[in-house]
């Protein structure tokens, strides 16, 4: 089993900056492949980035790409989110999950492909 629990959210401007970040327990967390994934009111939850158990390999949204940065540091657990130049349109409830691969040699955007999540951090953007 791994725990997920995600910080970091809140209320900022229009081109604001906010850093998410997601503690894992409970498994190797270096064997675990990462991923953030959004779901605004009324849409279905959104790949937004994932990366490989070493940091090596990441993968995003067109969406975010150019504005958001996915990182890792495994000596703490952590996963983390850097969102520059947010828009209204980045708004959701950000979820961290974690996949038993290490690497990203499966469909990273696809929701069930994904083990483990945590339970959302409330970002909103405002104009």
């Known amino acids: 089993q791994v725990q997920l629990v995600e910080s970091g959210g809140g209320l900022v401007q229009f081109g604001d900056s906010l850093r998410l970040s997601c503690v894992g327990s409970?498994?190797?967390?270096?064997?675990?492949?990462m991923g953030w994934f959004r779901q605004a009111p009324g849409k279905e939850r959104e790949f937004v980035a994932a990366i490989s158990g070493g940091g090596v390999m990441t993968n995003y949204a067109d969406s975010v790409k150019g504005r958001f940065t996915i990182s890792r540091d495994n000596a703490k657990n952590t996963v983390y989110l850097q969102m520059n130049s947010l828009k209204p349109e980045d708004t959701a409830v950000y979820y961290c999950?974690?996949?038993?691969?290490?690497?990203?040699?499966?469909?990273?955007?696809?929701?069930?492909?994904?083990?483990?999540w945590g339970q959302g951090t409330q970002v909103t953007v405002s104009s």
């Open positions: 409970g498994r190797t967390f270096s064997s675990s492949a």
């Open positions: 999950a974690a996949n038993n691969q290490r690497l990203l040699q499966f469909p990273v955007t696809v929701v069930a492909q994904w083990h483990y």
